[in-house]
C-alpha cells in the first residue's frame, strides 16, 4: 500500500475512532456531561491537518449522539452547544506545534479547564436567554448558573480525565511506534 493511502486509511480509522468513543460517551453519562466530546475535538484539532476535518469530529459526535438523546428546546441553544463544543478543537491547534516541555503541560491543562468553563458561560446564558423559565434578570440568570454547577463540575472532571486519558494514549502511541511524532 503507498505511503498517501495508507496515510489516507489511518485518518479515516482515527476520525471513526474519535467519533465512536465520544458517542460511546456521550450516550453513556448523558445526565452528568462526563464525556469525550471536547478531549476528542481537542485531539482532532491536534492530529488532522486540515480544520475543516478536525471540526467535523465533535459535530459528529453531537448529531450521532443526539439520535439516542433528548431534543434540544431551542434552536439557538443548540447552536450555542454545537459551536462551544467545536472550539476545543484551537486548543488542539495550539497543541500541534508545540515543543515539549513545560509549556506543553500548562497547555494540556488549559486543555483540560477551559472547555467546561467556556461551555458553562456560553450554554447556561443560551438556556437561560432562550429556553428556560428563568426570570429575565440578573437574578434569573445567577440561578440558571447556580443549578448547572453540578453539571460543569462533572464536565471539567470528564475534560480533564479524557484529556490525560487521550494524550497518554498519544504517548503510547509514539513509543510504541518508535517515532516522537505518529503524524507529521
Known amino acids: 500500500m503507498n505511503q498517501n493511502r495508507q496515510q489516507n486509511l489511518q ?102 479547564l477551559v472547555p467546561a468553563t467556556v461551555f458553562f458561560i456560553v450554554s447556561n446564558f443560551a438556556v437561560w436567554a432562550f429556553q428556560s423559565d428563568y426570570e429575565k434578570s440578573l437574578a434569573g440568570l445567577a440561578e440558571c448558573y447556580w443549578a448547572a454547577v453540578p ?5 471539567l472532571a470528564g475534560d480533564i480525565f479524557y484529556v490525560a486519558v487521550f494524550t497518554g494514549c498519544w504517548l503510547a502511541a509514539s513509543v510504541a511506534i518508535g517515532r516522537e511524532r505518529v503524524r507529521q
Request: charged share 10%; glycine share 8%.
Open 151 to 155: 453539571f460543569y463540575r462533572w464536565m
Open 11 to 112: 485518518d479515516v480509522l482515527v476520525f471513526a475512532l474519535l467519533v465512536a468513543i465520544g458517542v460511546s460517551g456521550r450516550w453513556g453519562q448523558p445526565q452528568w456531561c462526563f464525556t469525550p466530546t471536547a478531549a476528542a475535538a481537542i485531539f482532532a484539532g491536534f492530529y488532522f491537518s486540515r480544520v475543516t476535518i478536525a471540526s467535523l469530529v465533535p459535530i459528529a459526535i453531537l448529531l450521532i449522539g443526539d439520535l439516542l438523546l433528548p431534543a434540544y428546546d431551542s434552536a439557538p441553544v443548540m447552536i450555542v452547544t454545537y459551536a462551544a463544543l467545536t472550539l476545543p478543537v484551537w486548543f488542539g491547534r495550539m497543541l500541534r506545534n508545540e515543543n515539549r516541555g513545560r509549556g506543553t503541560v500548562w497547555k494540556l491543562a488549559l486543555c483540560g
